[in-house]
């Protein structure tokens, strides 16, 4: 045993000194290269002086980093999240200042500016070498994980297990946010997301789920957190009594909604037993927080939800590391949207201004915090972790949801996972991964740019009210600007939007393909002939516009041609709504029973033969409403846990399986198993301990019509050629 512990101290020692050694060549470099920055006095030196002085640098500069780095950042706690990211270059360059005033006779030299750029290229050679020697050092690189984890729970007081084996699992739920079912077939079918496919090739399953009428983060996530998603009619709605429009990404409304969630269940939410709630709009009960919404309007030093942030950049490598990856995001993104002008894509939306940064944000420093987040949970051996992963989801709204550039982002997310996946194998415990999303996308044409008015407009027109000569286009109502704005310390933008103010014109608001339509100065809900009366011509003007899908208003849903459908009438809205897919009406019956629900609300035409639909906002790739893929995410498994049923509606019956699942930590619940069969397209088909591999595309050895239904064999990984069932393995 003694002679284990010199083994290890002598491998650190060595790693210590290459770190050094690469440091103090990497100083030498910068010197020769930059012409601020000297390692010699004026009337010169030898080279082995030279040498030597930058060896008393570097390793000056890597013990101050040490020693102060995580003093200053703890200091500077209530500076907003972001402008921390900006000063650790600012830091990072005084402490490297600092180590060249600590040389002996005044050797070296360098202007604060130069001190700024050496500091950033030192940390991120020094950490690039550490992490690359620790890796390629599997002891050593579990040695690290484990000494991370009894650090952190000695730091919060928390007794760790004395094996993992002793502890049961945890439950780590990772939302890729956006990612429909149909997606992530594409994806593990086209080697997008390998880390994914293999998760299903080793015994994980996967399966829709259909989404609320409104399919969309907010109501999405409040449901799976908080058990009750009851009056969310849509991203964002008109409230009469109040006359303030709520919307899911306001830090203010988001506390509200979880307020009103909380009273109505009478629980905390999912994640109240030791907990971690990780970039998502909100808690869950959770005690640990990090990039959440609801609790970011908050301030002083109780506010958790940028906690992530500190922590990431309390290693000045990180934010080197992330910095240059923004940039280089932000430049793809320029890059694309460039090409995308050149080849006159169609339909496409304008992709300038502030939006190349708040792509950068959301692909490259949100998914780096939230990452490094459920890494240091599954450290601390946390019990349940909760994460939103955003990246997908902003880029489809710009990009469309298949193409070259959403296909990189996913990549991308794929990679993050195989650490998280990698790190998990270090954890104290042991870790069930559930994969998730909280609506899809479905492709289209803007209504603005198809039919050249918007939504507003229509229904100005239809009350007889002057329309503007020139459409003025709705802002996307996607998450990541509300997160930099948070980030920031800086309200969510309100302006007319959030206080339409008194007066008779109707207030219209959009999210996604769904539009909503409010009277303020009729009380309550408005009946049909109330509407009817008081602006004749709007319902037949909205119901027979061809961008328009259907109508609901005071509980009647209208189509074309003056179809109608009661909603207290079995049959009549099933077979009105059908082409909107299945659970259609079932969907816009509960909505229709909401207290906020808006005096008129509007769907928009969905093409079932291309997937398409026309969204109200500057979206390409849109949810919110009814209509393709956008109502139909997934959930994924291990098949250890038990099986979720075969129809799962809207979010509240996914917080009720997760729920399931975190009480069956104790012992895994084995499905009843028979032989190993195989099914059309499938990568495994799984009975019991049995699998089988099959390549992509392979024939079958018998129809998937003699699986038995929700059995065993009841899904697989769907091929190219073969039709995609509701399930893949």
């Known amino acids: 045993m003694g002679r284990g512990r010199w083994r290890t101290a002598g491998s650190a020692l060595v790693r210590v000194l290459l770190v ?114 620790a890796v390629r050092d599997d002891g050593a690189y579990r040695r690290r994980l484990y000494r991370l984890a009894d650090r952190r729970r000695r730091r919060q007081g928390r007794a760790g297990p004395t094996r993992a084996a002793e502890a049961p699992p945890g439950l780590l739920m990772l939302q890729l946010d956006g990612l429909g079912y149909e997606e992530l077939q594409h994806a593990c079918g086209s080697g997008l997301m390998p880390t994914v496919a293999r998760l299903l090739e080793d015994g994980h399953r996967a399966r829709s789920w259909r989404t ?55 629980d905390g939410g999912l994640l109240t037993l030791d907990g971690a709630s990780r970039g998502n709009l909100f808690s869950g009960g959770a005690d640990q927080l990090a990039l959440v919404l609801s609790v970011s309007a908050r301030r002083g030093r109780a506010n958790r939800s940028r906690a992530g942030y500190f922590a990431y950049f309390s290693d000045p490598a ?28 169609r339909p496409r939306v304008p992709r300038g201004g502030l939006y190349p940064l708040i792509r950068a944000f959301a692909t490259v420093v949100e998914r780096d915090v939230v990452v490094a987040a459920v890494i240091g949970d599954m450290l601390a051996g946390r019990s349940a972790v909760y994460a939103d992963l955003v990246a997908y989801d902003e880029v489809a709204h710009h990009s469309g949801p298949r193409g070259r550039d959403t296909d990189r982002v996913l990549q991308r997310l794929d990679r993050s996972l195989a650490l998280i996946a990698r790190v998990a194998e270090h954890a104290p415990r042991r870790y069930r991964i559930v994969l998730l999303s909280d609506h899809g996308q479905s492709p289209g044409e803007t209504f603005l740019g198809r039919y050249g008015l918007t939504l507003g407009d229509l229904v100005r027109a239809g009350c007889g009210l002057p329309v503007p000569r020139r459409a003025g286009r709705t802002r996307s109502g996607a998450e990541a600007r509300a997160a930099v704005l948070a980030a920031l310390h800086r309200p969510v933008e309100e302006g007319e939007e959030a206080s339409p103010g008194p007066g008779s014109d109707p207030v219209v608001l959009a999210s996604g393909n769904l539009g909503l339509i409010s009277f303020p100065d009729i009380p309550g809900r408005a009946s049909r002939a109330r509407v009817e009366r008081a602006h004749p011509a709007l319902l037949t003007t909205l119901a027979n516009h061809p961008g328009v899908g259907f109508l ?123 032989a190993a069969t195989r099914t059309a397209g499938s990568g495994w088909a799984l009975a019991g301990d049995a699998a089988e591999p099959a390549s992509v595309g392979e024939p079958v050895d018998r129809p998937v019509e003699e699986s038995p239904p929700g059995g065993a064999n009841s899904g697989s990984l769907p091929s190219v050629e073969a039709p995609a069932r509701d399930e893949i393995r």
């Not at 964002?236 to 409304?253: A, F, L, Q």
């Not at 590391?321 to 460039?338: K, L, P, W």
């Open 318 to 345: 990180n934010a080197v590391r992330t910095a240059g990856s923004f940039v280089a995001e932000a430049a793809r993104e320029i890059g694309q949207s460039v090409r995308a002008r050149i080849r006159g894509d």
């Open 20 to 133: 050094w050694a690469v440091s103090t060549l990497t100083m030498l470099a910068l010197a020769g290269i930059l012409p601020d920055f000297r390692l010699q006095s004026d009337d010169g030196d030898s080279i082995t002086q030279i040498g030597l002085t930058a060896a008393w640098a570097a390793g000056a500069f890597g013990l101050l980093s040490a020693l102060v780095w995580p003093v200053l950042v703890r200091a500077l706690l209530l500076v907003p999240a972001l402008v921390l990211g900006l000063l650790v270059f600012f830091l990072n360059g005084s402490l490297l200042l600092m180590a060249i005033a600590l040389i002996p006779d005044g050797r070296s030299e360098v202007a604060p500016d130069t001190a700024v750029v050496v500091a950033a290229v030192m940390s991120a050679v020094a950490s690039a070498t550490s992490t690359a020697l």
């Open 552 to 674: 609901l208003v005071d509980g009647v849903v209208l189509g074309r041609d003056g179809q109608q459908a009661r909603l207290d009438v079995p049959g009549e809205a099933e077979e009105l709504l059908a082409p909107f897919g299945p659970g259609a009406a079932q969907a816009v019956r509960r909505t229709d029973a909401f207290p906020h629900v808006a005096d008129v609300m509007v769907n928009s035409a969905y093409d079932p033969r291309t997937g398409t639909v026309h969204a109200f906002e500057e979206q390409i790739g849109s949810h919110g409403g009814l209509g393709g893929e956008q109502a139909r995410p997934f959930l994924m498994w291990p098949a250890e846990l038990s099986d979720p049923g075969e129809d799962l509606a809207g979010a509240e019956a996914v917080h009720a399986v997760l729920r399931r699942w975190l009480r069956e930590a104790d012992g895994p619940q084995v499905p009843v198993a028979g």
């Open 212 to 266: 609320d009428w409104s399919s969309q983060t907010g109501a999405s996530q409040l449901g799976i957190l908080h058990g009750s998603n009851f009056d969310v009619p849509a991203f964002r709605w008109y409230e009469k009594e109040t006359g303030e429009v709520m919307v899911c990404n306001r830090p203010t409304s988001a506390a509200e909604l979880q307020r009103r969630a909380v009273g109505r269940t009478g």
